[in-house]
């Protein structure tokens, strides 16, 4: 079956049980792409982008990524995405739908993407409301980036009711998940403070309790 040759290409590629031939990785997912497998011409297109197993072709990738996008597959929606924001001209259609494709399939890398680009209004409209309703998706599903974001979006009261309390606790969320503005605003308070309790608005808030 078509769906075997991807665990074929990952068993040649990592040498389990022998030698790792990156070369026979490769022929296995081009056969897997051949016969119809969709996460075979994702990983073919990672391949070709990376230049293992075959000499590096960004266009053969992209052609790959495709393939693999208009099958489904998340993480070539999300590729599609950016050599849609790179290269207009490469995808037939815009980022941002890409990412939204993405993104309702549950990657939180495309929900910050989106999210940036309805909040920036860069290729669609501006959205701020949609836009922190997209950060706060991926921050509950671990993005530190998304975490900073919806946080920043709280403290300042941008497309959502301002809330500095919550604000707060999702940047210490995001700098414990190694997000750097987020340590850096963070870091930066309990400077001035000199504490671990920060006062914002009148109220106390201990962000040890969620470091």
Do not use: H
Not at 18 to 47: I, Y
Not at 94 to 114: D, H, I, S, T
Not at 189 to 210: C, E, F, L, S, V
């Amino acid at each position: 079956m078509a769906e075997a040759y991807p665990e074929l290409a990952e068993i040649y590629l990592c040498g389990y049980g022998g030698t790792a031939d990156e070369k026979r990785s490769f022929e296995m997912l081009r056969k897997g792409q051949e016969a119809g497998d969709a996460l075979s011409a994702f990983r073919l297109g990672c391949m070709y982008s990376d230049g293992i197993g075959v000499e590096r072709d960004e266009k053969e990738a992209v052609r790959m990524f495709r393939i693999a996008a208009y099958k489904g597959i998340p993480e070539a929606q999300f590729k599609m995405g950016v050599v849609a924001q790179e290269n207009p001209s490469e995808s037939d259609l815009p980022a941002q739908e890409w990412y939204r494709r993405a993104a309702e399939a549950g990657m939180p890398a495309a929900m910050v993407n989106l999210a940036t680009m309805l909040y920036e209004g860069k290729g669609t409209g501006r959205d701020l409301e949609k836009a922190f309703s997209l950060y706060s998706e991926a921050a509950e599903l671990g993005d530190g980036d998304a975490m900073f974001m919806a946080g920043r979006m709280m403290f300042e009261g941008i497309g959502t009711e301002r809330n500095p309390g919550k604000g707060m606790e999702l940047f210490v969320r995001a700098a414990a998940a190694g997000n750097r503005m987020a340590e850096e605003f963070v870091s930066e308070i309990r400077r001035r403070q000199n504490t671990q309790i920060i006062r914002i608005d009148g109220a106390d808030y201990d962000i040890r309790k969620n470091a």
